[in-house]
């Protein structure tokens, strides 16, 4: 029996994936009252569950280094708080680094990390090949390596947020599309949808690479766009090492984990056009087969099982926006992380969380606010990005 909406909330969350199931989680188990999360489809079928699952701290900027070792903490807890098995695997990330340029940037960031506690170092090829043998190391001059790095099953983690935000308090609705917003003043009062309207004291846009449109609707630009990411898995692989760390070829982007009996594969794909493409499609596999064939030519022979794709959200520097809306005061937006918002999506929740309660946030994201593309202020863009 569907549930009919209610008519007022105090928070309305829009979007059901692993930030805003995050965000209601945290804000519920704040003690807010009446905090409603939205989802146009099933929770976490946006981008969240068509996810690699890693989860990392190696970042170049301060703020996603931070916002990445506190989920990691948190996604280690995550059978206490909120209480769910995540599968999480902490069997490292490598990145494989080709150039003198990337090897002195990773060394300068491997720095920024050690000083902020987190356990990375810069590592020869021949340690590389002993952690990650399925490589090739020909033209490779060093790694980078974390070994408490990992991954999880996205699916558990909306799962478990989901089930923790209910048992506070929270009502979680899908199949209920967002259609507009009516303002008072400089203030959202009204969300629409497409099964009623409901009034809320504050609205929170969690929508990934449907940001744009969300923020449109309460007068805030989120300069957020799709760009469509694939993954394809191999057949079982007889042998295949028990551990095999989050492997990651830097300067193509081809990457690989273990996932079952088999590898997990995918990269970033240069020809790859902006926009809502939410359909798998072959057409990158003589690409990735090129990458495959440098880096890790022994799975060349290895058969090819089904893929599917889902959509990055990338912002201008590949940086997250997250904030207040400076002309909608009660527009709160956590979205743009450019392929990391899964695997920060435990810290980002508490700092939601903490800018609605108008406390000093647990990670300082001001810099983050959008307001920086419009005063031209955006910093280094993210370098760490897969």
């Known amino acids: 029996m569907r549930r009919d909406l209610p008519s007022t909330a105090e928070v309305v969350v829009i979007g059901g994936g692993a930030m805003g199931t995050s965000i ?7 003690g807010v009252r009446d905090v ?30 931070e916002l990445g070792a506190r989920s990691l903490e948190a996604f280690a807890r995550f059978g206490e708080r909120p209480g769910q098995e995540i599968d999480l695997h902490r069997v490292g990330y490598l990145f494989l680094l080709s150039t003198p340029e990337d090897v002195a940037s ?16 810069v590592i020869s090829v021949a340690e590389a090949k002993k952690l990650s043998p399925l490589i090739e190391t020909d033209g490779l001059l060093a790694a980078a390596w974390s070994p408490d790095d990992g991954h999880c099953t996205p699916e558990s983690v909306v799962l478990g947020y989901a089930t923790g935000a209910r048992r506070h308090g929270a009502t979680l609705f899908t199949g209920v599309t967002v259609t507009g917003m009516e303002k008072k ?15 809320a004291g504050t609205v929170i846009c969690a929508a990934g690479a449907w940001s744009a449109a969300v923020g449109e609707m309460a007068g805030t630009t ?37 996932e079952g009996r088999g590898l997990l594969m995918g990269m970033s794909d240069p020809e790859q056009e902006t926009g809502f ?10 690409r990735l087969g ?15 099982r089904d893929g599917w794709a889902g959509l990055y959200e990338v912002t201008p520097d590949h940086n997250a926006i997250i904030g207040r809306s400076a002309t909608t005061p009660n527009f709160l937006y956590a979205t743009g992380f450019s392929g990391h918002g899964f695997l920060q999506a435990p810290a980002v929740g508490e700092v939601i969380r903490d800018l609605y309660l108008d ?20 910093g280094r863009p993210e370098t760490h990005i897969v």
């Open 290 to 304: 090129a990458a495959i064939g440098r880096r890790a030519p022994g799975l060349l022979d290895v058969g090819l």
């Open 185 to 199: 003043g400089d203030l959202v009062r009204t969300v629409r949808t497409d099964r009623g309207d409901i009034t």
């Open 106 to 121: 990773f060394e300068r960031d491997v720095a920024l990390q050690n000083e902020m506690g987190v356990d990375s170092r």
């Open 277 to 286: 493409h939410l359909d798998y499609s072959d057409e990158w596999l003589p």
């Open 222 to 258: 989120l300069p957020v766009t799709p760009l469509r990411r694939q993954i394809i898995f191999t057949e079982p692989m007889p042998g295949l090492a028990e551990v095999v760390p989050f492997t990651i070829d830097f300067s193509s982007t081809y990457y690989f984990h273990r």
């Open 36 to 65: 409603v999360l939205l989802e146009r489809d099933e929770l976490g079928t946006g981008s969240t569950c068509k996810a690699a699952g890693g989860v990392r701290a190696q970042f170049s900027d301060r703020i996603n280094i």
């Open 24 to 30: 209601a989680f945290h804000l519920a188990e704040a």
């Open 359 to 378: 406390r000093e946030p647990v990670v300082d994201v001001s810099p983050l606010t959008v307001d920086r593309f419009a005063a031209g202020a955006t």
